[in-house]
């Protein structure tokens, strides 16, 4: 059983920046797949953006592209979230999700296509 703890949400004016964090443990698969969602009041969990390997595979949101940067630290087994240029729409609770690397297709952006979860870190922007 994975068990995902992300940190480093609060609060951030408009056009300033955070870094997401998220660590793991318990893992018993090589090579996960790592992303983040977030979901605002109301609406529906919304992809951000995915590390599907090493460096250079990494896929984002058109609304998140050029802004934010996904990356990992393998010795310390996280994965971190760099959000700059933050916009008052990217308020919401941000979620750590990751599914082993295994046979078969999946959609990336689908939330039903990870396995675990972690609980949470909310993100306020300012205006």
């Known amino acids: 059983q994975v068990h995902l703890v992300e940190s480093g949400g609060g609060v951030v004016q408009a056009g300033g920046s955070l870094r997401l964090s998220c660590a793991a443990s318990g893992r018993t698969f090589s090579r996960p797949i790592t992303g983040w969602f977030r979901q605002a009041p109301g609406e529906p969990r919304e992809f951000v953006g995915v590390?599907?390997?090493?460096?250079?595979?990494?896929r984002y949101a058109d609304s998140v592209k050029g802004r934010f940067t996904i990356s990992r630290d393998n010795a310390e087994d996280t994965v971190y979230l760099q959000m700059n240029s933050l916009k008052f729409e990217a308020t919401a609770v941000y979620y750590c999700v990751e599914r082993p690397s295994r046979s078969g297709a999946y959609i990336y952006t689908d939330p039903t296509a990870y396995d675990y979860w972690g609980q949470g870190t909310q993100v306020t922007v300012s205006s």
């Open positions: 590390l599907l390997g090493g460096a250079g595979s990494e």
